[in-house]
């Protein structure tokens, strides 16, 4: 059993939930979750109590916590993987890459705060108002916000973790980390490690229980005053638009379908696997997969083929075993989606190549749709699952219309030979990236990493610009004697 963490203190409320693994639909453990409000209020009021002396405490040792934790998550990589792997059914050998950066943002945060909360002298002498400028010294300092909510989606529960949790802890802000209840665990184990990295109490809770009583209790807060969410544009929205009301800070990082565009002169075997990998990696559960595949005419049949191909040489398998490369879906709603998605593309005249249907557990099967067509809600809605819809075109300025033809706007990418074409399509990309011949998956952890359109409101994530946003300037002026 998995206790809660409240300010740095494990509390066991008595009520649980169970986690079940999505590879044989099985609960394996369970966790506490909170059912009084109070709970909640508890951990906001400590949040508010400690931000005080941590606000104040320097930067070098927040950057010392944030190392430390990185350091603890080295040793016990392994096991950090296994827990990912086992709530979130996600390949072991992914689990460990997510580790990995998880690890690296802790550090990225802890080297480059210094940088990104760096202030400013201004030269107020240049300007004849207000007079007397000759006479001051007008400084501009970057302070934390105060407590930051971060409401984590189920597919990245550590990476999120630490994206929302890092920027915000060397900044100066307390922060209350709200997981998805499906990949609760991996949030509970980092938010260990922190206290154990010598985090002060207070300063860190991880709240588990119903999205919506939790959600509500920290988005209508006065006491808050950011929000850090990742998830679907639905529950995004929903909580932007209650946020707004007590004037806070928003990151929303939301849905995607990303397009890949081939054009007929691209390498077709690069972009083939690519475009597999960018799909079917965590049984298409990335929000930034490669979700639609738009391809020239001219190679559209070659291109399939070798596709279908690729797609079958995947091992579909249990999330823990080494050679494993796509897993199951996180649950059985999930699984119903995906039906719904199918049947509308058949009945529209989409030719289906399925893959085994694994009788367990919440696996899908690989799926990849022939003669799809942008009418088709595969084309239109986020699809998250193991499922690649690939799309004819004739000319470049069918593709562009093709790939805008969703409201959301995450990554993109295109493969040619040609750099020329390449840059005119990526004018038109209404997309937060475009990579030319290589992944929509592509992220720089540092780098803001967000979409436009439906996929992102507020500002981007990353760690340099969380730091950013999650920091208020402040004017300070000297009046010289
Ligand atoms: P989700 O929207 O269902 O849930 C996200 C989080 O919001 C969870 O913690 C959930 O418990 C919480 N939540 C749900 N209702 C709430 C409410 N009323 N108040 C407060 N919190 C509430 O998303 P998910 O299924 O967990 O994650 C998948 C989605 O996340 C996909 O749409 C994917 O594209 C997106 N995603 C986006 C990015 C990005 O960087 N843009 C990255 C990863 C995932």
């Not at 490690?193 to 809770?205: C, H, T």
């Not at 989409?350 to 893959?355: E, H, R, V």
Request: charged share 25%; aromatic share 6%; proline share 5%.
């Amino acid at each position: 059993m998995k206790s809660l963490i409240i300010g740095g203190e494990e509390v066991d409320t008595g009520e649980y939930s169970s986690i079940v693994n999505p590879a044989n639909g099985e609960p394996f453990e369970k966790v506490s979750v909170i059912k009084d409000k109070d709970l909640i209020k508890r951990s906001i009021d400590l949040a508010e109590d400690s931000f005080r002396e941590f606000s104040k405490l320097p930067l070098k040792d927040r950057s010392k916590i944030l190392m430390k934790a990185s350091e603890i998550m080295e040793m016990r990589k392994e096991d950090l993987a296994k827990t990912l792997s086992l709530e979130s059914g996600k390949p072991i050998k992914d689990s460990r890459v997510e580790i990995l950066r998880a690890i690296s943002v802790f550090k990225i945060a802890a080297e480059e705060a210094r940088f990104v909360l760096e202030g400013k002298v201004h030269r107020v002498d240049a300007y004849e108002y207000p007079p007397g400028n000759q006479n001051r010294i007008v400084m501009e300092v970057r302070e934390p916000l105060g407590i930051v909510a971060a409401i984590l989606p189920f597919n990245f529960p550590a990476n999120s973790f630490a994206h929302k949790v890092a920027p915000n802890i060397v900044a100066g802000n307390t922060v209350i980390v709200k997981p998805s209840v499906s990949t609760p665990l991996s949030a509970l184990e980092l938010g260990k490690i922190m206290y154990e990295a010598g985090l002060p109490r207070g300063v860190l809770s991880v709240l588990i229980g119903d999205s919506a009583v939790i959600g509500d209790e920290l988005i209508t807060s006065k006491k808050i005053q950011g929000i850090t969410f990742t998830g679907s544009t639905k529950v995004g929205l929903s909580i932007a638009s209650k946020a707004v009301l007590t004037s806070k800070r928003l990151m929303m990082e939301m849905g995607g379908s990303d397009p890949i565009i081939v054009l007929n002169d691209a390498d077709i075997e690069k972009a083939v696997n690519v475009s597999v990998k960018a799909r079917f990696e965590y049984a298409g559960q990335n929000c930034n997969a490669g979700k639609r595949i738009i391809v020239h005419e001219d190679v559209y049949d070659k291109f399939s083929k070798m596709y279908i191909d690729a797609v079958n040489k995947l091992k579909v398998g249990d999330p823990l075993d080494e050679n494993t490369d796509v897993g199951p879906i996180i649950s059985n709603t999930a699984v119903n989606t995906m039906n719904d998605f199918i049947e509308d593309a058949k009945n529209k005249g989409a030719k289906i190549y399925s893959g085994l249907r694994i009788q367990k557990g919440y696996y899908y099967p690989l799926t990849v749709l022939i003669n799809a067509s942008p009418d088709m809600k595969v084309m239109k809605e986020e699809v998250f699952g193991p499922l690649a819809p690939i799309v004819k075109f004739s000319s470049i300025d069918e593709a562009i219309d093709i790939a805008n033809s969703t409201d959301y706007g995450l990554q993109s990418a295109i493969f040619t030979k040609d750099l020329n074409k390449a840059l005119r399509i990526s004018k038109e990309l209404k997309f937060g990236a475009v990579i030319i011949n290589n992944s929509t998956r592509l992220r720089w952890d540092a780098l803001p990493f967000g979409g436009v359109r439906m996929s992102g409101l507020g500002n981007r994530e990353g760690v340099r610009n969380t730091i950013m946003t999650m920091t208020e300037p402040k004017i300070l002026s000297i009046e010289l004697e």
